[in-house]
């Protein structure tokens, strides 16, 4: 048997490319930096990353080569480095956090219950907040950030209001640069959500426990949450100082989430690299068959919609469970997804029942 290939020691402390680096410096003792073919070019961002945290060293005041710490001093450094890392940011997350709060302190209420001219705004109606995360959402000309928290925790939402980018946004160059928690993870919705918003085209990273929801576009206007779902209080900003505060807060977040394969969701394979397209699922669905039995389809699609049990549809549709469990495989694989719930998402957003 061929010997199993052993990650990088230092994965997860140090950016990939440092991690990589330091492997080669130490199986070869000593590497030259320069530019001849074997060199380490000295401009190399993952060189810099290795001095600067001790984790390599030069020979000489010159640095014609560096040679590597042993790897128990070299995990040290770098775990030392990582933590020293943690802390600052959860440092400047709070700072940046209680800045925002203090700016916000010093407008009157009055102004925060006045004209969107004063550059904030205190929304409490649910229905105004939700049309104006929705507005930021969908009028973005450059980009949206986004910090998501579930809003589901005793029941699912309707399926059927939830929104993803528009293809002609994507297609003029609108990024969605979407922060989801780590809570998304624990349940098969959650995770449908997060597969289904990366195959329409949202750029996703994970964290735990995300300070609030919040929604930004174009250094134009953001919404932040006052509530843990965001429904019942948040602020609308649009004031330009705050603005900066908001997107010095989500860059410094989204710079310290997690990137997350698709294949971590659960719901796609490591070795399906291409996601289906959006508009590429069936469109005769309930058009390839009998009128009854696509009359038949159309209800189970619905009741699967709705979230009903397989022995409620199979006493709606006056079939078997069985039957019921068939029809519903069958669905799954012509709409090209691994899970009924999966099936369930795709028919909602896509407007087949």
């Not at 010093?106 to 929705?134: H, V, Y």
């Not at 809003?151 to 939830?162: A, E, I």
Request: neutral net charge; glycine residues 6%.
């Amino acid at each position: 048997m061929g010997e199993v290939e052993r990650a990088p020691l230092l994965r997860g402390l140090v950016s990939d490319s440092a991690a990589q680096l330091y492997e080669r410096i130490l199986q070869e003792g000593c590497v030259a930096v320069g530019s001849g073919p074997s060199a380490v070019d000295p401009h190399d961002p993952a060189l810099d990353e290795l001095l600067r945290k001790q984790i390599v060293r030069p020979t000489d005041k010159l640095a014609t080569h560096v040679t590597p710490m042993p790897r128990h001093i070299a995990l040290h450094l770098a775990t030392e480095a990582a933590e020293h890392q943690l802390e600052t940011h959860h440092e400047e997350i709070v700072r940046l956090w209680s800045t925002l709060r203090a700016q916000v302190s010093r407008w009157p209420l009055d102004r925060l219950n006045g004209p969107r001219s004063a550059g904030i705004e205190l929304l409490t109606d649910s229905a105004r907040i939700k049309a104006i995360s929705q507005q930021i959402y969908v009028a973005a000309r450059v980009e949206v950030c986004d910090f998501t928290i579930p809003r589901w925790k005793t029941r699912d939402p309707d399926l059927l209001t939830v929104i993803l980018p528009r293809p002609s946004a994507l297609a003029a160059g609108v990024r969605y640069r979407m922060v989801y928690d780590h809570s998304f993870l624990r349940t098969e919705r959650g995770r449908a959500d997060l597969l289904y918003a990366a195959h329409a085209g949202e750029d996703i990273r994970i964290r735990k426990n995300l300070p609030t929801k919040l929604r930004y576009r174009d250094d134009t206007e953001a919404l932040v949450a006052l509530t843990p779902t965001g429904t019942d209080g948040a602020l609308h900003i649009t004031s330009p100082e705050l603005l900066a505060v908001v997107r010095q807060l989500f860059e410094l977040i989204w710079n310290d989430s997690q990137t997350l394969p698709l294949h971590r969701t659960g719901l796609v394979g490591p070795s399906e690299s291409t996601p289906p397209d959006n508009d590429a699922l069936p469109g005769d669905l309930f058009g390839s068959d009998s009128s009854e039995n696509n009359a038949v389809r159309r209800k189970l699609a619905s009741l699967m919609v709705s979230g009903a049990t397989d022995e409620g549809m199979a006493r709606a549709l006056g079939v078997s469970v069985r039957t019921v469990e068939r029809m519903i495989s069958a669905m799954m694989a012509e709409l090209g997804v691994p899970t009924r719930f999966a099936a369930g998402v795709a028919i909602a957003r896509r407007g087949l029942v």
